[in-house]
């Protein structure tokens, strides 16, 4: 007898795998997907292992099987436990992240009554039982849903308990009809030889039917299936056309299933690869011989950093090395964040291999990318690009995977389980496959780039921009310490120097970004004056202001301090400066520069799916002078006539409550700062500060992540944080703020009992204190922060109770 470990679509199942016999008549393969009885319902379920012997003594039997074909290859069966073990997500869920799109459908319950006649008497039932048993009996099945909708969901739940209990009704399941089926279209064939054409194109003019006569002549000429659409739009003829040829039987109509486009490859030429720099060709050869030699088991030979600022020529690399993989008869999945997915970076790839790119984003809708699923199993592409979840698409014979702009927070899936870091995935992925990885950065992570350093990845460089890009150096940096200008009189948020620059720019006719780099609602509190930032000793981050309690609290240890009334450095009394907001800089923009015409990007005024692309359109066709945004901004395109960006105030991610702010304000500044040198030569940054002196503000300013590298690392290490540790999150959320914290202080009481008990050493906690966002629809939030060696391996033996989450190597603290 032949047994398979099923991983269960059920929230019970969690972690684990399930036994099941395979009845003789199935043939059952690992990473099938089947349908298993489990408890009284039948549920969908992954085939994991196949082995002789059950991991218990009792077995049940597979009920049957969703898809003849494996869903999932044998490397992404491992890959889907070790992302349940190490996320400690529930198995389906990790699995569930591979299957097709719209797989993971639900269950319907339908009640019906019994075959056999009973023989009770119903006088005992109550008026309502009666009368739900009357619904019940006029039909041969009827679903939970349709009595939810006549009885009210509670009541139709207990009433059909109740009779099912009474041996008066029985339950059956079924799934969900599949949400997206392959998109058919009608075709127009001829049904006669091509010699018997022209005779009855004659007889159809003859009988002055001169619409159908051009409609036949013009599919003879086609001499193949036509799609109708295309035959209408070129003969400009109705439907009743065709059917009257139909109907006389030269014509079949038929529907036949056609691909769903996600973008056409009409207008794009196809291009040849460049001939490479220097080191563009250092960098590709180390990469081509680990593709040639993919066996080997050594996973440090086989993942590259590539570092090189934006130009510098990343993306033919990436070209060049697929072409190779694919010459070796390999595939290649190219990642790149959500946000630079455009149409520009696509067609590069579509360029390079005509019809052999597949694209995944979410904008595509679900039958679109079904359908893309769906060829890229069959094996038609060489090429698959998408967000983080393209990671796991069913591509065979893979041999390179690329993830641009590595350092990217949208390779991290925050919000639902699995928690996974693309960058890890793939890796493990990589070794599970022998394919080679690329990480490509202007600014790499800096657990990253540690890991280049010490040989657990090859370190490519590419340190300069490529020879077309001349015309376009580096920009000017200034950075203007906000204290001096205090100290001058000037109380505005624009420093003299910033002013006067967006005066001359729009002046001249020029273009002006004014870019605040803010990300949520930090509120953190500043002295006017000299610009210090009330932090927590203990933990080395910025104290967040509560400003209905009038409290300093730090979100990682829950130090609490009063807001002082004299700023501790300098003794001014102007200590509650609280930062500016998009539309306070909007309005401060508009009283300081009248003339000058404002438009402005955030999340507020960018809605819609089109709306970011609207805001760019109407800057770039110079419809504003003046350009107030956040984040986004940064990742805009090209804009020719931007010559000035002003950093409104660098200090505001500075002083996020989390150890990776400074890295996260180098990114930005260093992201606005490549912007900016893309446009008109003469381009200029304006920082402003009040700490001119900051690591990550200077290094950014003088374009040298070495700098800033060293330094971070240096911190990194002395406070024992990531790449020296690795941390896990656990959040409780509750809809009691006080309850919450009990939650939270009795899980920190048991968690530290565990770790003393089992002697491990290298891990400590921290906390509990109020999540950076302590109030989520409705439920308030602490977390829990473990830091050590291996907290998901401590954690994944303890179980956490319902409203605890876990977050394995989470992005911020904050
Ligand atoms: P990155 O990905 O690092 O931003 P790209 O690969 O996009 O850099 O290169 C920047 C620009 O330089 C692009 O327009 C690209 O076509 C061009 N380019 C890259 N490599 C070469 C090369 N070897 N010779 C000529 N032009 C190149
Ligand atoms: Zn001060
Ligand atoms: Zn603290």
Not at 196 to 211: F, G, I, N, S
Not at 498 to 512: C, D, I, Y
Request: net charge positive; glycine share 6%; hydrophobic share 40%.
């Amino acid at each position: 007898m032949e047994y398979a470990e099923v991983s269960v679509n059920s929230p019970v199942a969690r972690r684990q795998t399930f036994s099941y016999a395979v009845p003789p008549n199935l043939h059952i393969q690992v990473g099938q997907a089947v349908l298993v009885p489990f408890g009284d319902k039948e549920l969908q379920g992954l085939v994991l292992e196949l082995t002789d012997c059950p991991s218990v003594s009792e077995t049940r039997e597979i009920a049957g099987v969703i898809d003849p074909q494996p869903l999932l290859s044998t490397p992404q069966v491992m890959l889907a436990r070790w992302i349940s073990e190490y996320y400690l997500s529930p198995l389906f869920e990790a699995v569930a992240l591979m299957l097709p799109p719209g797989f993971k459908r639900k269950l319907i319950t339908y009640l019906s009554t019994p075959p056999s006649p009973h023989d009770q008497d119903l006088s005992s039932l109550s008026r309502e039982q009666r009368y739900t048993l009357d619904l019940l009996s006029d039909k041969e099945r009827v679903s939970l849903k349709e009595l939810e909708k006549s009885l009210g969901k509670k009541r139709a739940q207990n009433l059909t308990a109740q009779l099912v209990r009474r041996g008066l009704a029985v339950r059956s399941y079924e799934l969900e009809a599949v949400r997206v089926r392959p998109k058919l279209e009608p075709y127009l064939s001829l049904k006669l030889s091509a010699d018997k054409v022209q005779p009855e194109v004659d007889r159809l003019r003859k009988k002055r039917a001169p619409k159908q006569a051009a409609l036949l002549s013009y599919l003879a000429l086609k001499a193949r299936p036509v799609a109708w659409a295309e035959a209408r739009r070129e003969t400009n003829c109705s439907r009743a056309i065709a059917s009257a040829l139909a109907s006389k039987g030269l014509v079949a109509i038929q529907q036949v299933e056609v691909r769903r486009e996600p973008f056409s490859y009409h207008d794009i030429p196809r291009q040849e690869p460049l001939s490479l720099t220097a080191a563009q060709k250092r960098a590709l050869e180390g990469i081509k011989s680990s593709l040639e030699a993919s066996a080997s088991p050594d996973t440090a030979s086989r993942v590259f950093l590539l570092h090189g600022v934006t130009g510098s020529g990343k993306t033919e690399v990436y070209l060049q090395a697929l072409a190779h993989a694919v010459t070796l008869g390999k595939k290649g999945i190219v990642l790149v964040p959500e946000i630079s997915l455009t149409p520009q970076t696509i067609e590069r790839f579509a360029a390079r291999f005509p019809h052999r790119v597949a694209v995944l984003h979410s904008k595509l809708s679900l039958g679109e990318q079904f359908d893309e699923w769906q060829r890229i199993r069959t094996g038609d592409f060489d090429v698959v690009i998408g967000p983080r979840s393209a990671v796991f698409a069913p591509q065979a014979n893979l041999g390179l995977i690329v993830i641009d702009e590595e350092h990217e927070w949208t390779y991290k899936q925050q919000d639902t389980s699995p928690r996974y870091q693309t960058r890890d995935v793939a890796l493990k992925l990589a070794e599970l496959t022998g394919a080679t990885v690329i990480l490509g950065s202007a600014t790499p992570d800096v657990e990253s780039f540690y890991h280049a350093q010490i040989g657990d990845y090859q370190l490519l460089e590419l340190p300069e921009r490529v020879v077309p890009d001349e015309g376009s150096p580096l920009p000017e940096v200034e950075i203007v310490d906000l204290r001096e200008e205090l100290k001058a009189g000037n109380r505005s948020i624009f420093s003299r120097s910033l002013s006067q620059a967006v005066t001359r720019a729009t002046g001249n006719k020029e273009q002006a970004i004014l870019f605040l780099n803010r990300r949520g609602g930090a509120t953190f509190i500043q002295c006017r004056n000299c610009g210090y930032v009330l932090t927590c000793r203990r933990c080395a981050v910025s104290l967040t202001y509560h400003i209905n309690e009038d409290v300093l609290v730090c979100h990682q240890c829950n130090y609490r301090t009063a807001v002082p009334q004299t700023c501790p450095r300098c003794l001014s009394p102007r200590i509650k400066f609280l930062g500016t907001g998009t539309q306070k800089l909007e309005q401060a923009a508009r009283e300081r520069f009248p003339q000058a015409r404002l438009l402005r990007w955030d999340s507020d005024t960018a809605r819609g799916k089109d709306a970011h692309r609207e805001i760019l359109n109407r800057f770039r066709a110079h419809q504003a002078d003046i350009l107030i945004g956040t984040q986004m901004v940064a990742k805009g395109l090209d804009l020719p006539l931007v010559t000035l960006v002003g950093v409104v105030n660098a200090d505001i991610s500075l002083n996020l409550p989390d150890f990776r702010a400074g890295e996260r304000t180098f990114q930005l500044l260093s992201q606005v700062l490549g912007r900016a040198g893309r446009g008109t030569p003469g381009g200029k940054v304006i920082i402003q500060t009040y700490f001119p002196e900051h690591y990550a503000i200077q290094a950014a300013a003088k374009h040298d992540y070495n700098l800033f590298y060293e330094q971070e690392i240096g911190y990194r290490r002395k406070l024992h944080n990531p790449p020296f540790s690795r941390l896990a999150r656990l959040t409780y959320s509750h809809t009691s703020d006080i309850l919450c914290q009990r939650g939270a202080e009795r899980m920190k009481k048991r968690l530290s009992e565990e770790i003393s008990s089992q002697g491990i050493d290298s891990l400590s906690l921290i906390g509990p204190a109020p999540a950076f966002i302590h109030r989520l629809r409705g439920r308030f939030r602490w977390h829990l922060i473990l830091r050590g060696a291996e907290p998901s391996t401590f954690l994944s033996r303890i179980p956490l109770p319902p409203g605890w989450v876990v977050d394995i190597d989470p992005l911020g603290l904050a």
